[in-house]
DNA sequence: GGATGTGAAGTAGTTCACAGCC
DNA sequence: GGCTGTGAACTACTTCACATCC
């Protein structure tokens, strides 16, 4: 049901780390049984400026009515399309520690496009068991076929299980391990840190600068979209 | 022992979010007992260019030395003053799931200026064990004082949990929930969503653009911001 | 009336290029 | 010679302001 309206414009990196965002509300709102929302009400829930939700939605495709907002099922599946949720995805994850299977556990992280298609680790105990009707394999058995992998096991072991993806053709991987993979050219490594995300709250916190010191804010994960303009300093209660 | 060459500049979005890299990667070499790094060294190890390696430094004060780089024990000195962690900020985690056991155990998470100082949840299994040297309490227990509480609670009960942070005098929220959550003016929410991870390289993998295509890249985050970029944030280690 | 979509302006961040110092 | 630190140029993103359309 690719509309006419569509528009397949080059998406700037912040715009599309705040897709999947827009996304959830949007079926929160389907689940609710609404069925318009307007730039104003999903730049609040997003934490950004109407105006900049304009601008993202406008980079998909004419979605809106002028006086009317958005249609939440047309949203959900341009957005959807956008962000490819219409082609699957097979992803292998590697680490079964506690954030392996936060991970896998979640209603949030495997789906939309993302389909799991296995599990490895290392420790003898865990393989064998199921998580999430998949059988856990052992980390040096041959790698599934797949186009992403999730990394969750500890830096140590990270360079050579990223080797071991490589070699079994995976050129995409999402490295949690805090540790630098070296990888050949076209294989393409994000890495993320939630340590990170902590780092910058604390910096904040000791310098009364930011996205505290005003309102209510919702900076985002990635990349951290300073939100709604940042309020004049306030003279902060943490302290 | 702060120098008199530092400087406290106001940093930007990306810089703070690309500092906690940076010193990961000091403390690396500082392991590895070598004393020097260059800005080039650093850049390539950190996933950005060595223009912006020095960009970021310079903001901190005047750390290197002009035809030999940046002395390693410096850096690390000087970027942990600037992120606060020569003060200690008291965290509290609640929701002892798999993510939260996953930080909790991360050798990464709480360090460098935080400190654990209370652990909730709410299933009364959980409650009443240690886990990492602390009781976990249950969750409708007072909570105890601190200046941070890392959410990892399910979506449904996050809002209930922030609003108890906010009465006991937290206001600075670690949102893991994929919740919205609405808080007092005053209080700050960093919103944290790991599945955004995924859906960006999805996108890219979808779409042949950005960070891949090409190359070894470390995009950043937060973005990615930004930084991010990531731009914001596209990429950072463990992000 | 009311909210979208967008040119224009403004702001923030990165990269270039090189002066300055070791 | 080599590498830092930084003005200047450039690029990217956001915000303003308003024409446009329902």
Redo the contacts with the bound molecule.
Sequence with gaps: MTSSRLRRRKL????IARLPVYERIVEEWMRENRTRI???QLGELAG?????V??D??GLG?????????DVAVLHTCIGEALGHDQRCDVVVIGLGNLGRALVNSSNFLTRGARLVGLYDADPLVVGTVIDGHVVRAVDEPLIAASVAVICVPASAAQSVADRCVEAGIHALLNFAPQVLAVPLGTAVHDVDLSIELQVLLYHLHNGTGPLGGGLLHALARGD??G??MPPMVEGPWH
């Design positions: 700037s990196e912040p715009t307007d730039s104003a950004v400026t109407a105006t900049t304009r601008r939605l406008a004419t979605l809106g009515t002028r006086g009317a907002g958005y979209a300073p709604p303009r």
